[in-house]
């Protein structure tokens, strides 16, 4: 586990600091240099401390090499057309993210031989889908990185770049020259989407319909600007996107499945596998719930070969791999540092809350040391990112947090059904959607009751980084400080309660 810990601090270290400073290859040299000391000391007592560090050093080095290589130049070829009116061919890669005024639709276009995402910014009459075959105009243009209204900077061209995308293009129009051909794997995900979601649409009324939509599936379309408003202020918000928390629901329902049906573990792996990335792909892939995923798989594959999981392990492992894919998702993608952190304090901080949790019955001991441990974590990352401290976040998530798996099962049997039946057996769907739209009605009135309390939440102008290092270093220490003698304290209550 040391040596695990290493490597992935040492890494994670490496691109961190490379991608906030950029420094050059004298630093990677001394870094080096830092590494050979270390792995001379390493024949010296003690022998474990020195090599760990010679292993942090080298791979503080591959994160700052990977990190260097992810900052690639802007293609020339359409480097040349910035500030110019354009027309290019390309295929839509996602769903159009629809707003209020306009729609955003990511494309990756062509220009002779060269191929390049781009986010185009068009109408919303624009009418185009996934996997379509487009013709679109308009000025192409870089994102910029703009002033939030907490007085932050937010890099929007990395973001951006993280996915994919490196120019926008806007003050045009699209439209569709071929559509998406039978055979393409991401249209046909795309319909069972819109097929489910017009499902839910059949069954429950709105909002209660896009709030079903965004438990199981992410997305906060049909929600609207004061909805999602009181989901945020109230400490919500993670539960109408498609969150690390959606995927291990979904994953511990396979897990569950392919047990009742008594399958071969090995065969449960790959069906579960399967099954996990299909959900993905269907909600929509992003760093959260990719990491989740890793993490879920590694489970599978854990129980298909009788090994024992650690999570602890498995977060290291799915962090590891995912910035080695894609190094931007660290600083750039604040959705990937949160879901990281809450997973973290779920694992780490929450035995140690529970600990001190045990007058209370255990299913809400669990309930409550979970809900604060991830409450905790991400605090210091809400605080730098958006500024929004919520003083109802914790009563808030401990009221709805129970009932979202149920909130996910029944939306998905709503969903399933309204695609089924279709409009000719309406009441069928009315019936199969009404559970869950008590329990949307009920997430609605928490969300807007707790967020219109008075001091529900405030923003704070200005969090520096360097607050942000220390209260990770602090959680840290107290969790690695702690664990032994938590461990040992729920052992003997666990023993004295028998």
């Not at 010296?44 to 690639?72: E, M, N």
């Amino acid at each position: 586990m040391e040596a695990l810990i290493a490597i992935v601090a040492g890494f994670v270290g490496g691109v961190g600091v490379q991608s906030v400073f950029n420094f050059g290859w004298e630093a990677v040299l001394f870094v080096m240099l830092l590494a050979a000391l270390f792995g001379g000391a390493a024949f010296l007592k003690p022998r474990l401390v020195y090599s760990l560090g010679a292993v942090f050093c080298i791979c503080v080095v591959f994160g700052t090499v990977r990190a260097t290589i992810a900052d690639t130049p802007l293609p020339q070829a359409f480097a040349s057309d910035l500030r110019h009116r354009v027309q290019y061919d390309g295929v839509v890669v996602s769903d159009p993210d629809v707003r209020e005024k306009n729609q955003r639709i990511a494309l990756v276009v062509e220009k002779g031989s060269e191929k390049v995402g781009a986010l185009a910014v068009m109408p919303l009459s624009a009418d185009v889908r996934v996997g379509d075959r487009v013709r679109v105009y308009g000025t192409l243009s870089l994102p910029q990185a703009f002033e939030t209204d907490g007085g932050r900077t937010f890099r929007y061209d990395k973001y951006l770049e993280a996915r994919n995308i490196r120019f926008l293009i806007q003050f045009g129009s699209i439209y569709t020259v071929e559509p998406a051909p039978w055979y393409s794997i991401p249209a046909a995900l795309a319909r069972i989407k819109h097929s489910f979601l017009d499902g839910l649409a059949l069954a429950l009324p709105e909002p209660a319909s896009a709030l079903a939509g965004g438990i199981v599936i992410g997305g906060k379309e049909g929600l609207g600007t004061a909805l999602k408003d009181a989901f945020t202020r109230s400490g919500l918000v993670q539960i109408i996107v498609l969150s690390g928390y959606n995927i291990m629901v979904v994953a511990e329902w396979v897990m569950a499945f392919f047990v009742l049906l008594q399958l071969p573990r090995r065969l449960q792996f790959f069906a579960g596998g399967a099954a996990l990335l299909l959900f993905v792909g269907i909600a929509g892939i992003s760093a959260t719930a990719i990491r989740a995923a890793i993490m879920a798989i590694i489970a599978l594959y854990a129980r298909a070969t009788g090994r024992s999981y650690a999570a602890s392990r498995a977060l290291l492992v799915a962090v590891l791999l995912m910035l080695i894919w894609n190094p931007l998702f660290l600083v750039f993608d604040p959705g990937f540092g949160l879901s990281v952190a809450a997973t973290a304090g779920i694992i780490w901080l929450s035995p140690l809350i529970e600990a001190r949790l045990m007058r209370l019955h255990s299913f809400w001991r669990n309930i409550v040391a979970t809900t604060l441990a991830a409450q905790i974590s991400v605090l210091p990352l809400l605080l730098y990112d958006i500024g929004l401290f919520s003083l109802v976040a914790l009563p808030a998530n401990l009221l709805v947090n129970p009932f979202v798996p149920f909130a996910m099962a029944f939306a998905a049997l709503a969903g399933v059904v309204g695609m089924t039946i279709g409009p000719f057996v309406l009441l069928i769907a009315k019936i199969a959607g009404y559970p869950v739209y008590v329990l949307m009605k009920y997430f609605i009135f928490i969300a807007e009751k707790s967020s219109a309390l008075p001091f529900a939440a405030f923003t704070i102008e200005r969090f520096p980084f360097l607050l942000v290092l220390a209260a990770y270093a602090a959680l840290i220490f107290i969790a690695s400080s702690k664990r032994f003698s938590t461990t040992l304290q729920l052992r003997l209550a666990k023993n004295a309660s028998i």
